[in-house]
């Protein structure tokens, strides 16, 4: 489609999302969170530190949803992030913003399709893991393709099951678990809180960030919902909720059952720790295998649906090449989104020979990525609701961040503290992201024209 053409037919997604779908998409993009990509947080901080990190964590994500939340029901724009950033700050600060969504929502699925594979090769020993991750790809992209209202759909089933599941596993493993166990070396691999542990608690944190990242991607369905101003407050409310529940009994179940020193590098925690307590011939055990994968299913499907509306959004203003905001004839979809992501991610999933830093796997490399996008992201938005609130304090706003300023102030004020936890132990992973942002930005400054033709959007006119 021309530029010409889009300004005078500007592409629309469909309105049929209702509460229960939205806090599906909501819980279903972070739960697989649950199932895997934590447990690297006991590798740096042990059982004790990471508990220590993760209620810091717990407490940046529930601030900043209930503020969050404001935004999203103000804005209800499929470029979530983006969307607010631009309003607030202009051009520029779409781009940061669009950018950090951006490398969160495409370098997280290839992290969970890896964890898919591990899952499944458990099973299948015989087959390589990247071969089931690549398949997913394939079969969750179609899904998302036919249409939004069977992948929400789809959505919801799964992510049911995927937290019976998780209160199955707690249950399951409840007659093995003792406090000694949970707490052996839980200072980081030691029995007291010295400097090595505190450093452990700050190096932990984005594998605790990984228990709730993506949550914030049901915005970006906002424009697909039927009543935005009410069904984004109850899936976010509940859906943080129902996530805080679900990490933290998680979290202290797995760690009590044995020596969780042995489930801390690994892709399957749970089965793991399952073993531990009913053999490895339960049928419990092949249970949570089988019934685990639609834990990592509903976020993987989930943050597909997610990027994908974030490459249609920025295309759709211009920040990316126009084909990317064409919807599928059939379906009404942001098909060629879909297939874009999906490419980058299968690098990822192939790129492992020669992607490695700092010793990690690259699952955990991946992890981390993803997480500094979300940060980036997350402390940008908080600053665009400020800067809203001073400069259109005539927004419509249905839903207001309860005890303003202080929960984005503390939202604001933990994720600086995350963002620099990360900087400081991950610095080559910080630079890659710096330089993938320094060439989008010279991409973002060649491509002025592609924004100013692009077709005209009242949700982003921007203050400034």
Known sequence: MSSIEASKHPARLQKVLGPIQLWAIAVG?????????????????????????????????????????????????AGGPFAYARRAFGPSGGFVAGFATLVEFV????????????????????????????????????????????????????????????L???????????????????????????????????????????????????????????DPHRTIPLAYTTGILTLVVLAFGVMIFAGGVGDWRKLSNINDPLPQAMKTVVGENSGWLHMLVWIGLFGLIASFHGIIMGYSRQIFALARAGYLPATFAALSPRFNTPHRALVAGGVIGVAAIFSDEWVQFGGQTLTANIVTMAVLGAIVMYLISMAALFKLRRAEPGLERTYKAPFYPWFPAIALGLGVVCLGAMVWFNGMLTLLFLVLMALAYGYFRLTAEQRRTAAPDEMLSTTV
């Not at 949970?182 to 608690?201: E, K, P, Q």
């Open 29 to 77: 993009l972070v739960i697989s969170g649950e199932y895997f990509g934590w447990s690297y947080g006991w590798n740096t901080a042990g059982t004790l530190g990471f508990l220590i990190a993760t209620v810091l964590v717990a407490t940046m994500y529930t601030t900043f949803i209930f503020s969050f939340t404001e935004l999203s029901t103000a804005i209800p724009h």
């Open 168 to 226: 199955v596993f707690m249950g399951v493993v409840t007659p093995g678990w003792s406090m000694a166990h949970f707490v052996a070396n839980g200072w980081a691999g030691g029995d007291v809180l010295n400097g090595a542990a505190i450093s452990g608690i700050f190096a932990s944190i984005p594998f605790a960030i990984w228990f709730f990242l993506a949550i914030e991607g049901a915005a970006m369905a906002a424009e697909e919902a039927r």
């Open 107 to 166: 370098f997280a699925p290839p992290a969970i399709a890896l964890a898919i594979g591990a899952y499944l090769n458990v099973q299948f020993p015989g087959i390589n893991p990247k071969w089931f991750a690549l398949g997913a790809y394939v079969i969750f992209i179609g899904l998302n393709w036919i249409g939004v209202r069977i992948a929400a759909t789809f959505e919801l089933f799964v992510t049911v099951l995927a937290i019976l599941e998780l």
